[in-house]
C-alpha cells in the first residue's frame, strides 16, 4: 500500500520559496523533517527497499521501504513526554495522517517503522514495532537522542506544523 504525500510537498516548497508566511519565515525558525518508513521481510528484488542503520547509541540495520508512508506534513503537534525511564515524543497527525497511520498499523501489524529525522542533523531516530491497531492518530516512539536534541526535533515539527496548518485550514 502506498500513499503520495505530494500536496505537501509542494505547500512546503511554495512557502520556502516565498520566504514564508507572516512575519518570521521556516528560514528563521528550527525546522524539523519526519520521514515514517515501513520495514520490509524479502530482500530487494523490485528496487523498493534499502538498508538503514537506527540509532546513534545502541545502532542496528533494518531494511525498509524507500519511499516513506507519512511525513512531517502530516504532524498536527508534536511534543516530548514523560516515559518509564527517559522520555518518547508524542506526534499527533491529522486527519489524513490518523486515517493512513490506522491503515498501516492494522495490515503490517508485527513490522516495524523507521524513523528518519532532520533537525541539524539527518538520521535514523527509532523503529518502534506496530504491534496494535492505531486508531486515534497518536504515535508514541522513543528516540535514540538526548532530551535536548527531542526538544529541538519537537519545536521544529511544530513550526511546520503551525506553517502548514495556516496554509491548509
Not at 527517559?86 to 497527525?93: A, D, K, P, T
Amino acid at each position: 500500500m502506498k500513499i503520495c504525500c505530494v500536496e505537501f510537498n509542494i505547500v512546503l516548497l511554495l512557502i520556502l520559496a516565498s520566504g514564508g508566511l507572516g512575519c518570521q519565515s521556516l528560514k528563521e525558525k528550527n525546522v524539523t523533517t519526519l520521514r515514517l518508513h515501513l520495514e520490509v521481510n524479502n530482500p530487494d528484488r523490485l528496487g523498493v527497499g534499502q538498508s538503514v542503520s537506527i540509532g546513534k547509541t545502541e545502532i542496528f540495520s533494518l531494511l525498509t521501504e524507500k519511499e516513506p508512508f507519512l511525513d512531517e506534513g502530516h504532524v498536527k503537534k508534536a511534543s516530548v513526554v514523560k516515559a518509564l525511564g527517559g522520555f518518547s515524543i508524542l506526534l499527533q497527525l491529522d486527519r489524513h495522517g490518523s486515517w493512513v497511520l490506522e491503515q498501516y498499523s492494522t495490515a503490517e501489524r508485527g513490522k516495524r517503522v523507521a524513523i528518519f529525522g532532520e533537525f541539524g542533523e539527518a538520521r535514523w531516530l527509532a523503529a518502534p514495532v506496530l504491534n496494535h491497531t492505531i486508531k486515534d492518530g497518536a504515535f508514541t516512539f522513543t528516540p535514540d537522542m538526548t532530551l535536548d536534541e527531542a526538544y529541538r526535533f519537537v519545536e521544529g515539527l511544530n513550526n511546520v506544523a503551525e506553517k502548514v496548518q495556516k496554509h491548509n485550514p
